[in-house]
């Protein structure tokens, strides 16, 4: 059997997230890196979910051969979240309005430069797999 692969962790589901990213789509300028500066609800979001906020990742160290990534385009970061296992998305499969605020401190996180990721609990679901294999002995037991 193949094993199934792990579901992509979304940031828009993190706490605080999906209110920073309405209000980015409220104004604007809520999006933009200076606005940091005048909505400390930011930094303590991201503080809070990664252990830096923005304006400390910026300043932290990279390792030799960082390719930085999180100046990049939105475009190009949401594929390479994905093969990190990152969804960086909202419903409609558009980056994040507010990726700019979480790239920095959640690619250090990743690659373990600086910073944490958010616990996440392990799934008590049992996999499709093994529902399916109930099933299948069910129906077998029938005969």
């Not at 999906?18 to 503080?47: G, H, M, Q, S, T």
């Not at 690619?107 to 958010?118: E, I």
């Amino acid at each position: 059997m193949t094993d199934k692969p792990e579901p992509l962790r979304r940031l828009i589901d993190l706490p605080g997230v999906d209110d920073l990213e309405y209000r980015a789509i409220l104004k604007r300028d809520f999006a933009e890196a200076p606005a940091r500066a005048e909505f400390p609800e930011i930094d303590a979001c991201v503080k809070a979910l990664f252990g830096l906020t923005a304006d400390e990742a910026e300043e932290a160290p990279r390792p030799d051969g960082w390719d930085d990534i999180e100046c990049k385009a939105p475009a190009v970061q949401v594929a390479a979240f994905e093969a990190a296992g990152w969804d960086v998305t909202d419903n409609k499969r558009r980056p994040l309005r507010v990726l700019g605020h979480f790239s920095g401190p959640l690619w250090l996180a990743v690659r373990g430069v600086a910073g944490t990721l958010p616990f996440q609990a392990e799934s008590r679901e049992p996999e499709a797999w093994v529902s399916k294999l109930e099933a299948e002995a069910k129906r077998f037991r029938k005969r």
